[in-house]
Structure formats: C-alpha cells, structure tokens
C-alpha cells in the first residue's frame, strides 16, 4: 500500500531520510564502496492526483523529469563567434573615429592659438606705427613737416577784394 502525503514537504523529508539511512548501511556493509549519488531534478511542478484514488487534502510523491542534455548546434556556435567578431570590428573602429577627430580638434587648437598670436602681434604693430611720436617723427624727416615755432598772426582780409570777387561769381 502506498503512502498518503499532505504536501510535498513530507514527501522531500521522507526522501532526504532514506538517502542518509541506505548511505549509512551501505557504508557499514562495505566501506570501500562509494556512496551512491543520486540524480533527482524537480521539474517544478507537481501532477495533479486522480480524484478517486486519493483523500481529499493529500498529494501523490512528485516524479523526476528525464534528464536531457542540451545540444548546441554548429551554426550557433559560429553565428555567436561572428557577433563577437562584428561587435570587436566595430568597437575598434569607434576607437579609432575618436582618435582622428581628437587630432583633428588638437590641430584646429594650435592653428587657433597661433591665429590668436599672430592677431596680438599685428595689434601691437598698430599700436607702435599709429604713436604720436612715430606719426611726428616720419613727417619730419619723410615730408619736411615742423612744428612752427613763431606765434601765430591773424590776417588781414581786404573786404574789397571780396565782393569783387563775390560779384564775379554772379555774373558766370
């Protein structure tokens, strides 16, 4: 007759004690003889029991799933292998594009800095050439040119001259 269970637990205690107590007569009787191991994989999922055949309330001992290995195709193997490949190809191609336009953005600083050096110079040039001292300095010695030295005189305008010269330039 075959034994009426509650819930799995009882059936996962009753098991565990008759694994220790055959490992234990089975050392005694021969030490020499290894353990035996058992290989039980839950599938997670207990069968329901037929109505008929048990008490309400009780459970029948979950049975184990045949164990299958898995088979992992060739294709797969190599499509995986071809995905790393891709993946690397393009990482070091990244690399690669960001090392060129950190050059690139380098080689624009320094022609920058040296626009910027070239500017400072330029403007000191302006400065130097458009001095009071340079401007008087050239016009003395290239046009002749002096800073008189006499005071300045009024002149003398003969009010005649002018309206003659105004009637003149009526008459054409």
Do not use: C, W
Request: no cysteine; hydrophobic share 35%.
């Amino acid at each position: 007759m075959a034994k009426v269970y509650r819930n799995s637990a009882e059936i996962l205690a009753e098991r565990a004690m008759e694994s220790d107590q055959r490992s234990k007569s089975q050392q005694a009787s021969d030490p020499s003889n290894k353990p035996q191991q058992r290989r039980l994989i839950y599938g997670g999922t207990m069968p329901v029991p037929p109505q008929a055949e048990l008490p309400s309330g009780t459970t029948q001992p979950p049975t184990n799933r045949r164990f299958t290995k898995r088979r992992v195709s060739p294709f797969n193997i190599i499509l995986v292998l071809m995905g790393t490949a891709a993946a690397i190809v393009l990482y070091i191609s990244n690399i690669i594009a960001v090392n060129q336009l950190v050059n690139d953005i380098h080689k624009s600083d320094v022609r920058f800095q040296d626009i910027l050096s070239e500017q400072e110079i330029l403007k000191a040039h302006i400065n130097q050439m458009s001095s009071l001292e340079h401007v008087r300095k050239r016009a003395e010695d290239e046009l002749g040119l002096r800073n008189p030295t006499d005071i300045p005189r009024p002149l003398n305008v003969d009010q005649d001259k002018i309206r003659t010269l105004e009637e003149a330039t009526r008459e054409h």
